[in-house]
C-alpha cells in the first residue's frame, strides 16, 4: 500500500546545529508539504513543492529550507536549529494541486 | 491570511449536534476540513470548492458559502469517536494552486 513516512520521529539537538528531516511518499505525487504544529498555533505551512525542482516559502519560512531532487521525497533542512524550532512537524502530499492532502505520522523535534 | 475558527472547544455527550464555523477575509477557491486525534497525524474528512455546494460523509457534512468566504462543518448526533481537533484549510481564489492555509483548530469532546 502507498505511504508517507516521515524520519526520525523523535528527534533531540542542540541549539546552532544543522539538522534535516526526511519525508518519503510511495504515492506518487507531485505535491509535498511541510508544516509546524504548535499549541495555540495549529498547522502552519513551512514550504512546499509543486514538482521536482519546485519550491515555494510557506508562512513560517525563515530558518528552514527544502529541496525536492526527486518525486518521492521532500526533507526539511533547519540550517541552524534554535529553541523557537521546537514542535512537531508533518509532512503532507497530495496527488492534485488543492486536493486532499495525505499526512504522516509526524517527527517531534527538541531543540536544547 | 490564516482562516479563523469558532468555537476554539467543545463539549458534548454522546448523540449531540455541533457546528464547527471556518471564516476568512479572503476570497475563497476551496475549503477543506481534516479531523486530528491526539498524538495522531490529521486525516482528510472532505473538500469543499467554491460554488456554494454541500457535502456529506454519514452524521459529518459541510457547507461553503464562498460569498460570505464561510464554511460550517455539521456533526449530528456525535459519537465518542468524533472527539478530536477539527482543522479547516483554506486556499484563496486568486492564488489558485496555493497550498492551504489551516486555522488554529476546534477541540471537539464527546463523553459518554
Known amino acids: 500500500d502507498a505511504e508517507i513516512t516521515q524520519s526520525p520521529r523523535h528527534k533531540i539537538t542542540e541549539t546552532g546545529r544543522q539538522v534535516t528531516l526526511a519525508c518519503h511518499q510511495t504515492w506518487n505525487h507531485n505535491n509535498m508539504f511541510w508544516y509546524r504544529q504548535d499549541l495555540g498555533h495549529g498547522l502552519r505551512l513551512i514550504h512546499y513543492?509543486?514538482?521536482?525542482?519546485?519550491?515555494n516559502k510557506g508562512e513560517v519560512s525563515d530558518g528552514y529550507s527544502v529541496s525536492r531532487s526527486n518525486t518521492e521525497d521532500l526533507p526539511l533542512t533547519l540550517e541552524s536549529a534554535a529553541s523557537s524550532q521546537t514542535s512537531v512537524y508533518f509532512c503532507a502530499s497530495s496527488g492534485w494541486t488543492g486536493g486532499e492532502q495525505y499526512f504522516g505520522p509526524g517527527t517531534r523535534l527538541t531543540v536544547t | 491570511q490564516q482562516p479563523v475558527q469558532s468555537p476554539q472547544a467543545v463539549i458534548l455527550r454522546e448523540g449531540e449536534d455541533a457546528v464547527i464555523n471556518c471564516s476568512s477575509s479572503k476570497a475563497l477557491y476551496s475549503v477543506h476540513w481534516y479531523r486530528q486525534k491526539h498524538g495522531e497525524a490529521p486525516v482528510f474528512l472532505m473538500i469543499l470548492l467554491k460554488g456554494g455546494e454541500q457535502k456529506g460523509h454519514e452524521k459529518i457534512s459541510a457547507s461553503f458559502n464562498e460569498k460570505k468566504q464561510q464554511s460550517s462543518l455539521y456533526l449530528t448526533a456525535s459519537q465518542l469517536s468524533y472527539s478530536g481537533t477539527y482543522f479547516c484549510?483554506?486556499?484563496?481564489?486568486?492564488?489558485?494552486?496555493?497550498?492551504?492555509?489551516f486555522g488554529k483548530g476546534t477541540t471537539l469532546s464527546v463523553s459518554s
Open positions: 513543492s509543486y514538482g521536482v525542482q519546485d519550491t
Open positions: 484549510g483554506t486556499a484563496e481564489i486568486n492564488q489558485a494552486g496555493t497550498a492551504l492555509i
